[in-house]
Each structure stands twice: as C-alpha cells, then as structure tokens.
Nanobody
Framework: QVQLVESGVGLVQAGESLRLSCAVS????????IAWFRQAPGKEREFVAA?????????YYADSVKGRFTISRDNAKNTLYLQMNSLKPEDTAVYYC?????????????????????WGQGTQVTVSS
C-alpha cells in the first residue's frame, strides 16, 4: 500500500516560482514509478513529469513544462518534489502525485494517468496574469 500527501498550495503571479512536495509512504524494496499530473477545470488530467522512485534519476517531462519544471526525489525524506519556474496562467490546475508499481522508461506508459495505482489528494496551484 502506498500513501501520498501533497503540499505547496500556491497563488503566484506569472513568471514566479513554486515548489510542490509529495510525502510518500511506501513499502521499502519495491520498485515504483512516481509522477506528477495536473487537472485544470473542465480539462482532462494530464501528465507533467515522472521519475523512478529508486534507481535511475532519469526524468521525463511533458513538452508543455520541459525546461521550466524539474521533478526530483529525496529518498531519505521520502519526498517527491516538483520545482516550477517561469509559471504561466495556463499552469493553473490541481496538481497530483501518483505512483504505479514497476519501473517504466517509455513515455507512453509513463504519461497515461489511468495506469497509475495510487494518488494523492491534490493541491491547487493558481497562476495569475
């Protein structure tokens, strides 16, 4: 069983930065892929970034955030982060962290929200223009 709790609710202006955190409670020794998704009002949930919870540090990003967002993890603190820079109004959404069992390295598997097994409650990010 995996439990995820996001934090970092933010109201920022365009161009500013914000860091989200996700506290992860998971069984040690298991292999997981962990990711950030977001969902804006009236829109489908979309992939933001993903990384392996242990092992490889290779990160994967949606084109819309590449170069502005950075996903990282601190296994000692059992925490996943999403550093968001140069925020835009279109980044406004509820952000979720999610975990699925196993390690995946293909973008197609990483980016489909329906393939993830565990979800946090979400945290609101609002970017004003």
């Amino acid at each position: 069983q995996v439990q995820l709790v996001e934090s970092g609710v933010g109201l920022v202006q365009a161009g500013e930065s914000l860091r989200l955190s996700c506290a992860v409670s998971a069984r040690t020794g298991s292999t997981y892929t962990i990711a950030w998704f977001r969902q804006a009002p009236g829109k489908e949930r979309e992939f933001v970034a993903a990384i392996s919870w242990s092992g490889s540090n290779k990160a994967y990003y949606a084109d819309s955030v590449k170069g502005r967002f950075t996903i990282s993890r601190d296994n000692a603190k059992n925490t996943l982060y999403l550093q968001m820079n140069s925020l835009k109004p279109e980044d406004t959404a509820v952000y979720y962290c999610a975990v699925k069992n196993g390690y995946y390295s293909d973008y197609d598997s990483l980016s489909k929200w329906a393939l993830y097994d565990y979800w946090g409650q979400g945290t609101q990010v609002t970017v004003s223009s």
